[in-house]
């Protein structure tokens, strides 16, 4: 069983279908913001307020490098940004979900945590600066995606089943 990696604008929901996935499947599951909170000890928005972007993607080089190297078996959840490591069809099978700028707000604005989603991620602190990323990734994630998955509207079970059912065929 290959690894499959999800990317995906923040906030899209990677981290529930995996754990969605988890439940489904004999995949482990493992998220890049996750690990490098760990490596570094400190919250994602604290790596960028001290350290900036640049700091932060050198982070997730090495976090890739070592998934490539040391993780198998496994359904990796990334942060918005890690679709250009360069190393990513080497880790996995790449799966984008997929949903309109509009919708990833308002499902992320009815979340009940809502107020601390949105605190997590400091790229989102300015709306139209975040469409304009958005807009710009999209294309991006398209062209280096195996397998897209809509999930617009859906359930992250449902999600989840579409990727599984998806990924096997790839396979």
């Excluded at 969605?20 to 604290?46: C, F, G, P, Q």
């Amino acid at each position: 069983m290959k690894n499959v990696i999800l990317i995906g604008f923040m906030g899209v929901g990677k981290g529930s279908v995996a754990r969605e996935v988890a439940k489904n499947s004999n995949y482990m599951i493992m998220d890049t913001d996750d690990l490098i909170e760990s490596m570094e000890n400190r919250r994602i928005k604290h790596i960028f307020k001290d350290d900036g972007e640049e700091y932060f993607r050198d982070l997730e080089k090495k976090v890739a490098l070592w998934l490539e190297k040391s993780v198998s078996n496994t359904l990796i959840s990334t942060g918005g940004g890690f679709y250009k490591q360069k190393n990513l069809k080497k880790i996995a099978t790449v799966v984008f979900l997929d949903s309109p700028f509009d919708a990833i707000i308002k499902r992320i604005k009815e979340h009940p945590n809502a107020a601390n989603k949105f605190k997590k991620r400091p790229l989102l602190s300015d709306l139209k600066a975040a469409k304009a990323l958005y807009k710009q990734r999209r294309p991006e994630y398209l062209k280096l995606s195996d397998i897209v998955i809509d999930v617009t509207n859906k359930s992250a079970t449902a999600c989840a089943k579409e990727l599984l059912k998806k990924v096997k065929k790839h396979a």
